[in-house]
């Protein structure tokens, strides 16, 4: 498959595509509320019912772990939501992201605000950068830089425990900490050098509300087990829910994009090239929901909502012609996304192994 990577040759045949591109997809803006309203909840009260059965049932039980899987791809899907919420902010949809906040946001300890950062990996002057929280460039880092990325999994559930159990109260002991606190603990990413330096303007009332009430839920869990009253095993099993979907998350992520920013400032169609649609099939859908697979689309019209990016898709493919710049971002299925990164990696190491200055004879 012959992906552009050339970034100097973005020019007036790309800009032509976008302008098509944009024609043909014109319709598919729309936001439709009730379209959100009974998909969230859907997805949150067959994910709940699903953990429940998880928690409640002895390990040794195949309905327990029937629970466990629909749960967590449940969770997932209903956790995602954060990511339309994020897009819809400025198209007023309080109350919804009211109600995921309570139904999700904190039961899962992941409130809305701490996603908002998410507006830095769409912007030209952040993506791909030290200062996007959501990018690593590992087309060109080595294969164990993706087996850390990987390993984020396992200590991820713990440092998140320990942000609200733990680390929030003590960032109103001071306001230097406070400050600290949101800036850099305060934002999902998987760049753990990424700081938010609007973060601690940026922080509302209700956003301190919902901070203070995942905190509540933390002690909550913790108390439960101290007074005897919740079995310290379900804190295993909601730990083990928890790294499952992160691995689903990661294993995602991966195939999201071609990593190959060298870290300067991108254009938004070098965003786009950047980055990948995946054609796939049913079980994609569940590794990719809310149309995530869908993701070099989605940076070339963030607007679209999710359940219009497949109607999207189709049309440029069947309306735009067979050598436009769209179906470079195509890929059969999440495999190939990734194998073409890891390939991208053994290349540059060893290119980097064969080079003079490091010893190749």
Same mark, same amino acid.
């Given at each position: 498959?012959n992906? #552009? ?5 973005i ?5 032509? %595509?976008?302008q098509?591109?944009?024609?043909i ?8 509320q ?12 067959i994910?709940?019912? /699903? ?5 409640h ?11 466990y899987?629909?749960g967590?791809f449940?969770? @997932?899907r ?9 897009h819809?902010s400025?198209?007023r ?9 309570l ?10 605000f ?6 830095h990996?769409h ?5 791909g &950068? ?5 990018y690593?460039?590992? /087309?060109s ?8 990325f990987?390993?984020q999994i396992? %200590?991820q559930p713990?440092?998140v425990m ?7 109260? =003590? ?9 600290w606190?949101?800036q850099? /603990? ?6 753990f ?6 973060r601690?303007?940026?922080q509302?009332?209700?956003?301190? %509300?919902?901070?203070?009430f995942?905190? #509540?839920?933390?002690?909550l ?5 101290m007074?005897? =009253?919740?079995?310290?095993e ?5 730990y083990?829910l928890?790294?499952?979907? #992160?691995a689903v998350?990661?294993? $995602?992520?991966l /195939?999201?994009?071609?990593y ?5 400032q991108s254009?938004?169609?070098?965003? %786009? ?10 079980? &994609?859908?569940l590794?990719?929901p809310?149309?995530? $697979?869908?993701h070099a689309l ?5 607007r679209?909502?999710? @359940? ?12 735009l012609?067979e ?7 195509? @890929? ?5 996304? =990734?194998?073409?990164l890891l ?10 192994s ?8």
């Amino acid at each position: 498959m012959n992906h #552009l990577t050339n970034q100097e040759g973005i020019g007036s045949k790309e800009r032509v %595509f976008y302008q098509s591109a944009k024609k043909i997809c014109r319709d598919l803006f729309e936001v439709r509320q009730s379209v959100y309203w009974i998909d969230f909840c859907l997805s949150a009260v067959i994910a709940y019912s /699903a953990v429940s059965i998880w928690l409640h049932l002895p390990v040794t039980s195949p309905l327990a772990w029937m629970g466990y899987f629909v749960g967590a791809f449940g969770v @997932y899907r209903a956790s995602m939501f954060v990511h339309e919420i994020v897009h819809l902010s400025n198209r007023r949809m309080p109350a919804f992201r009211r109600f995921w906040n309570l139904f999700a946001g904190v039961p899962m300890m992941v409130p809305s605000f701490t996603y908002e950062s998410h507006i830095h990996h769409h912007s030209s002057k952040h993506y791909g &950068t030290q200062d996007d929280g959501e990018y690593l460039p590992l /087309a060109s880092g080595s294969l164990f830089g993706v087996a850390v990325f990987l390993a984020q999994i396992f %200590f991820q559930p713990l440092l998140v425990m320990f942000r609200y159990l733990i680390w929030t109260p =003590i960032s109103f002991t001071h306001p230097q900490l406070r400050k600290w606190t949101l800036q850099h /603990a305060s934002s999902l990413v998987i760049n753990f050098k990424y700081e938010n330096h609007q973060r601690p303007n940026k922080q509302s009332a209700e956003d301190t %509300f919902w901070e203070i009430f995942t905190a #509540l839920r933390a002690w909550l869990m913790i108390g439960l087990v101290m007074a005897a =009253i919740m079995p310290p095993e379900r804190l295993l099993k909601l730990y083990g829910l928890t790294v499952f979907i #992160l691995a689903v998350n990661h294993i $995602r992520t991966l /195939a999201a994009h071609r990593y190959t920013s060298d870290g300067t400032q991108s254009s938004h169609l070098e965003q %786009f090239f950047d980055s990948t649609n995946i054609t796939g099939n049913v079980f &994609t859908e569940l590794l990719c929901p809310l149309g995530l $697979r869908y993701h070099a689309l989605h940076h070339l019209f963030p607007r679209i909502p999710y @359940y219009n990016l497949g109607t999207a898709h189709r049309r440029l493919l069947e309306q735009l012609p067979e050598n436009s710049p769209y179906r470079d971002t195509v @890929y059969p299925g999440m495999t190939d996304a =990734i194998g073409e990164l890891l390939q991208s990696v053994r290349n540059n190491n060893q290119a980097f192994s064969q080079h003079p200055i490091n010893g190749a004879h």
